[in-house]
């Protein structure tokens, strides 16, 4: 079964850091690019962070370049997302997403969810 | 930032009637726009890619049409299990944006 499992996500401090990790089960995960999308309560959908499939390039939202750092390990099938100087509007939920070449983010994971609060 | 504006905003139907889904983008985006669902507390779900390809397991009521800067997302006939909301997202340049999103309601 394909399937993406994302992990780390909690509650921090304005200015704290968190890594989040993201498990890849099912398919060849050193072929795709993958995504980091985040929905803040009750808002709709932004592109955080996108990797290659060799990690040689990434890109990164205007909102959290500098902050936030993009890495995959293919041979452990993980792509993580290190989030630093972290900010109340950083409060989200956080998925992985595979990246489709045909066009389109066709597998998710079930999010997980980053708090930032005193 | 290429900016997607959905309307409208909500859309208030009834099981078995036609919903049409726009999106419009602030410059042209070619065919490269896709279309999601999402259910609340579920992750989004691809529907439509290049602005007219089904995805994998989507059924055929869906359709979609559009190049450049408008795009349409057209349920031919609504049944329960679709309304949720629907959000359309470009890849032309990145970042890749979303569109604010449409709510399909039950009238």
């Known amino acids: 079964e394909v399937q993406l499992v994302e992990s780390g996500g909690g509650l921090v401090q304005p200015g704290g850091s968190l890594r989040l990790s993201c498990a890849a089960s099912?398919?060849?995960?050193?072929?795709?690019?993958m995504h980091w999308v985040r929905q803040a309560p009750g808002k709709g959908l932004e592109c955080v962070s996108i990797?290659?499939?060799?990690?040689?390039?990434?890109y990164y939202a205007n909102s959290v370049k500098g902050r936030f750092t993009i890495s995959r390990d293919n041979s452990k099938n993980t792509v993580c997302l290190q989030m630093g100087s972290l900010r109340v509007e950083d409060m989200a939920v956080y998925y992985c997403?595979?990246?489709?070449?045909?066009?389109?983010?066709?597998?998710w994971g079930q999010g997980t969810t980053v708090t930032v609060s005193s | 930032e290429i900016v997607l504006t959905q309307s409208p905003a909500t859309l208030s139907l009834s099981p078995g009637e036609r919903a049409t889904l726009s999106c419009r983008a602030s410059q042209s985006v070619s065919n490269y726009l896709a279309w999601y669902q999402q259910k609340p507390g579920q992750a989004p779900r691809l529907l439509m890619y290049?602005?007219?390809n089904r995805a994998t397991g989507i059924p055929a009521r869906f359709s979609g049409s559009g190049s450049g800067t408008d795009f349409t997302l057209t349920i031919s006939s609504l049944g329960p299990e679709d309304f949720a909301v629907y959000y359309c997202?470009?890849?032309?340049?990145?970042?890749?944006?979303f569109g604010q999103g449409t709510k399909l309601e039950i009238k």
């Open positions: 997403a595979r990246w489709n070449y045909a066009g389109g983010m066709d597998v």
């Open positions: 099912g398919f060849t995960f050193s072929s795709y690019a």
């Open positions: 290049d602005a007219s």
């Open positions: 990797i290659s499939p060799n990690g040689g390039s990434t």
């Open positions: 997202q470009q890849r032309s340049n990145w970042p890749y944006t």
